[in-house]
């Protein structure tokens, strides 16, 4: 019996509308009553553990989990020792470097050198300017990283957008992108080895699924 590791947050929906689409009804994480952490497929052929987006790849990494569903942006982010398995389509959105809109840069490379730079993001923004070979100060922040411009403690910003909305309401404006993320299907790899016959059922069902019109994003 499989154990999925789902997220929080903006992909719960479609990973469960998916997983729903192949047999496996985690739909109970829905309910904004439930404060289950854990639950079973109606048919006791999965269970599902629902958990942090950033930790879906440690639960899946230390086998607590044998499958997981999480942004590629996370696993750029955490390099965690997985088998990515599909590329999902839905929760699009991309890694950008952003501005207040009153700054003069219009490029990552117009950032003076040694500025600051806040982000959730640090691995990515820190790789990301090295390879433009320009030194910077990553500020690591959690919480509202659109305030790093706003309030002067930052010149830029390393953040997730989609569709650029919270940017703009806060007067921000992208002037890179680092890369485009989506869901993965994830696994343990020694699950993977162990149980390839299930697991190959399990993906072409999913590739069967996000190719469907019902389904694809």
Request: proline residues 6%; hydrophobic residues 45%.
């Amino acid at each position: 019996m499989f154990t999925f590791a789902l997220p929080k947050g903006s992909l719960l929906k479609d990973s469960i509308s998916l997983l729903k689409s192949v047999g496996l009804d985690f739909s109970a994480f829905l309910d904004p009553s439930s404060r289950q952490l854990q639950i079973a497929d109606p048919t006791g052929s999965a269970k599902a553990l629902l958990v942090r987006a950033q930790d879906v790849p440690v639960y899946v990494e230390y086998g607590q989990a044998q499958v997981g569903i999480v942004g590629e942006d996370v696993l750029r982010e955490k390099l965690p020792k997985v088998a990515c398995l599909v590329d999902l389509g839905f929760g699009k959105c991309r890694m950008s470097v952003a501005v207040s809109e009153a700054s003069r840069f219009t490029s990552a490379l117009e950032l003076p050198p040694h500025c600051r730079v806040a982000s959730k993001s640090v691995r990515c923004a820190r790789e990301y300017f090295q390879s433009l070979d320009l030194p910077v100060e990553i500020i690591p922040l959690y919480g509202s990283v659109e305030l790093g411009p706003i309030t002067g403690m930052a010149e830029a910003i390393v953040d997730l957008v989609s569709t650029g909305r919270t940017l703009k309401e806060n007067g921000l404006v992208e002037i890179e992108v680092l890369f485009e993320s989506t869901a993965r299907l994830i696994a343990h790899p020694l699950s993977y080895r162990l149980y390839s016959d299930e697991f190959n059922t399990l993906i072409d069902k999913v590739r069967f699924a996000i190719a469907s019109p019902a389904i694809a994003k």
